[in-house]
């Protein structure tokens, strides 16, 4: 059972464009959300966060919006450049309780062509 | 450079046989948790450790441990090895038991060859 889904393997966008990343999840008691960055032979890298009580937040070139109705948060980059040519993980987490394990998508991989 | 450290890099070795994961977390950190990421799969959460004690298990085989030792170091250990176990592993360090936002420092991962 997949509660965090990325349903697109791959990205191809042009620099300068926006690139969206989209992610899904079934677990209504996640109540927070994380993109991480991968690049090859490296581990994943925190990029953004957000909360289940904000719908949006914004950290330069990239920004997140949460949807909680439809159970769907996007990553938003713009403008696109051929460094943020990497794998996207979507995650998501609890607070209730005592343990913040992350559930991680499967990842897309976004290619910026130059 | 995240801060944690993982050995080895890299490990080939054959079905059946036992291997160690090591794992520093970040100066200061006292979780630490270890994921796996095999081929086409995201990453799947197995176990968390929180200033020595277990605090979250997800989907860890019988024929995996781990634990945390005092100076906050961990090793997963992996027994009676299988092809399918074949995958990178990671380990992660956060500096409370959970953090508001929920970030983890990630290391460069293991990666483990079963043949």
């Known amino acids: 059972d997949q509660q965090v889904k990325q349903n697109s393997p791959s990205l191809s966008v042009q620099e300068g464009r926006i690139s969206i990343l989209n992610c899904d999840y079934t677990?209504?008691?996640?109540?927070?959300f994380l993109w991480y960055k991968k690049y090859p032979a490296e581990g994943p890298t925190f990029l953004i966060s957000i909360s289940s009580i904000k719908d949006k937040n914004e950290d330069g070139r990239f920004t997140v919006f949460l949807n909680k109705s439809a159970k769907h948060l996007s990553l938003h980059i713009v403008p696109s450049q051929p460094g943020d040519s990497a794998v996207y993980f979507c995650?998501?987490?609890?607070?209730?309780?005592?343990?913040?394990?992350?559930?991680f998508g499967k990842g897309t991989l976004l290619t910026v062509n130059p | 450079d995240s801060g944690v450290t993982q050995t080895p890099k890299h490990l080939i070795t054959a079905t059946g046989q036992r291997v160690t994961l090591r794992c520093s977390p970040r100066s200061g950190d006292l979780s630490v948790y270890w994921y796996q990421q095999s081929l086409d799969q995201g990453l799947q959460f197995l176990i968390q450790y929180y200033n020595g004690e277990e605090r979250a298990k997800g989907n860890i085989l019988e024929r995996f441990s781990a634990q945390q030792f005092p100076d906050l170091h961990s090793e997963l250990n992996l027994s009676s090895l299988e092809l399918g176990d074949s995958a990178l592993y990671f380990c992660?360090?956060?500096?409370?038991?959970?953090?508001?936002?929920?970030?983890?420092?990630f290391g460069e991962g293991s990666r483990l060859t079963v043949l």
């Open positions: 992660a360090s956060s500096l409370r038991q959970g953090q508001n936002t929920g970030e983890l420092f």
């Open positions: 677990n209504s008691m996640f109540d927070y």
């Open positions: 995650a998501a987490g609890s607070s209730g309780g005592s343990n913040y394990k992350l559930t």
